[in-house]
Structures are given as structure tokens and as C-alpha cells.
């Protein structure tokens, strides 16, 4: 089955800075990956998905880029601020949304 | 409109008792998956319900847990004679199904086994 694996598990940078989260999977029919943030007690929400037939899609500060032939999609944040603390979640899926792996998760702490 | 909602938010209960847990998914999603996600923890995959289909059950980790979907809609799930180690949150989330669509989740119960 699908695994999906993410580095780094924390995270801190200055705020200002980018920060860059990798997520590995290894099932090449993986067709969707979206990527979720959590804070602190509350429930994830999406923040940014893309699907296999795209490279890289950006809203505001915030990018994805995937690349099939490696297998590996990354999120990007630029310009940090301390609201974009979190714990985010990559994950894939494929097969119509049923077979739906998350990543462990990336604690980011973004200094002031 | 509204999201997805969870009842109940907490919920404290004694070793070896049965819980029910319910989820609410957003009206006319046919998606429908449970999580859980211990204390510091990722999400754990419990099980998926698409449709009339048959559902997923393959994360769930033991027989003590259950899970059933009424008329395509609300979602219970269901853990018998609980244990200390089932203590997190169960998230619920619902998607419009078909091809892999975004998840919405539900602000999830927090189970206490003591």
C-alpha cells in the first residue's frame, strides 16, 4: 500500500524566512496530494492540493511543487509569520479518494 | 453552509464501557472517514465509507471498533468495551467522493478511557 513520508518533523524559522516541508510517497498512482494544517486543538484544514496533472500551484505565500518521476511533493512557505505556526500534514491519494495516506506531520515554529 | 460536525466534543468514560461517536458529514458528500489522531500524533486511517459501497475497514485496529453509515449520511462510530490506549481525538471528515476530492473535517471527539 501507500506511504507517505515527511521531513523535516520540526521546524523553526525566523520570521521573514521560507520554509520548505518534503513529503515522499511510494504508490506512482497517487493522483492527489493535498496538504493540511493543523493548530493547536483544532481540526486540519486544507491549505493547498495539487493533483498529478500539474507541476506547482501557488496561492499567495503559500506553493506546492510536485514531481511524479521522483515521487516526492514539497510545500513552500514564504515570508513566514508567527500565525503560520502549525503542525502541517502532507498526504496522498488515489483511487477515487479512497486509499487516502497522510504524512506524520511537520511541527513549524515561526520566531519573532 | 455548514460543516462537518462531530458529537460528542468530550467525552470521558471508564475502562471496559462501550462509546458511541457520531459524525454529521456536509450534506451531499459520499465521502465519509474516520481518524484518529493520538496526542501529539499524526492521523490514523480508520475507515472510509463511499456511497452504498461496501466500506474500507482495513485501519481499523482492533474488532472492538465498529463503524456504520445510515442512509448515506451520518456516520457512527462505535468502540466496545474500551481501553485506556483508545484515549485521542476521532476526527470525522467528509468529501464529495469521485475522484480524489478535498477533505473537510470535523472539530473531532476527544476521548478519555481512564
Known amino acids: 500500500g501507500e506511504n507517505v513520508e515527511q521531513h523535516p518533523s520540526t521546524l523553526s524559522v525566523q520570521e521573514g524566512d521560507s520554509a520548505v516541508i518534503k513529503c515522499t510517497y511510494s504508490d506512482s498512482a497517487s493522483n492527489y496530494f493535498p496538504w493540511y494544517k493543523q493548530e493547536l486543538g483544532k481540526r486540519p484544514q486544507l491549505i493547498i492540493d495539487i493533483r498529478s496533472n500539474v507541476g506547482e500551484k501557488k496561492d499567495q505565500r503559500i506553493a506546492v511543487t510536485l514531481n511524479k518521476t521522483a515521487k516526492h511533493f514539497s510545500l513552500h512557505i514564504t515570508e513566514t509569520q508567527p500565525e503560520d505556526s502549525a503542525v502541517y500534514f502532507c498526504?496522498?491519494?488515489?483511487?477515487?479518494?479512497?486509499?487516502?495516506?497522510f504524512g506524520p506531520g511537520t511541527r513549524l515554529s515561526v520566531l519573532p | 453552509g455548514a460543516g462537518v460536525s462531530q458529537s460528542p466534543s468530550n467525552k470521558v468514560t471508564e475502562k471496559g464501557k462501550d462509546v458511541e461517536l457520531r459524525c454529521d458529514p456536509i450534506s451531499g458528500h459520499t465521502a465519509l472517514y474516520w481518524y484518529r489522531q493520538s496526542l501529539g500524533q499524526g492521523l490514523e486511517f480508520l475507515i472510509y465509507f463511499q456511497g452504498n459501497s461496501a466500506p474500507d475497514k482495513s485501519g481499523l485496529p482492533s474488532d472492538r471498533f465498529s463503524a456504520e453509515r445510515t442512509g448515506g449520511s451520518v456516520s457512527t462510530l462505535t468502540i466496545q468495551r474500551t481501553q485506556q490506549e483508545d484515549s485521542a481525538v476521532y476526527l470525522c471528515a467528509s468529501s464529495r467522493g469521485g475522484q480524489p476530492e478535498t477533505q473537510y473535517f470535523g472539530p473531532g471527539t476527544r476521548l478519555l478511557v481512564l
Open positions: 498526504a496522498a491519494s488515489w483511487n477515487y479518494g479512497q486509499n487516502f495516506v
